[in-house]
């Protein structure tokens, strides 16, 4: 079993897309879960809402693909420092926060620093500060 379990985690980590080609009994493996996101942190999206939610395993996710934050759990979408991290891998992220975050100064000054664009999904309030 050990032996499977090698073979899947290299499996993951040459293609991260390979999840669909898992034993069933491997799918709820957290060390072959982190490894498919490090590898795809898109990946999230075909994992269950209990994934999902796992702060530490979200983390890893949104470091190389922030654009995976919609199909964070809802609880964890409000946290600040998982909107941060998906900002900072994928700045238009940002226009899937939630409107309390979008009001947060800093996040907001670092999706404008690495992508004009975000200046729309950022609250009105912060747009029409003239130091933004």
Do not use: H
């Not at 269950?48 to 693909?65: G, H, I």
């Not at 900072?88 to 975050?101: D, G, Q, R, T």
């Not at 404008?112 to 729309?120: L, S, W």
Request: a positive charge; hydrophobic letters at 35%; one cysteine or more.
């Amino acid at each position: 079993m050990e032996k499977d379990k090698e073979y899947y985690l290299k499996l993951i980590q040459s293609n991260g897309r390979w999840i669909s080609r898992i034993p069933e009994e491997f799918r709820n493996d957290k060390d072959i879960i982190t490894a498919l996101l490090k590898k795809n942190g898109y990946s999230l999206l075909y994992l269950s809402k209990y994934y999902r939610d796992q702060e530490d395993l979200v983390k890893v996710a949104l470091k190389n693909c922030g654009y995976a934050l919609p199909y964070v759990s809802e609880r964890l979408k409000q946290n600040r420092e998982i909107v941060m991290i998906a900002v900072k891998s994928f700045p238009l992220s940002i226009s899937y926060a939630p409107s309390i975050l979008k009001k947060d100064r800093e996040i907001a000054l670092e999706a404008i620093k690495r992508n004009g664009m975000t200046f729309r999904y950022i609250s009105e309030e912060l747009r029409m500060d003239p130091d933004l």
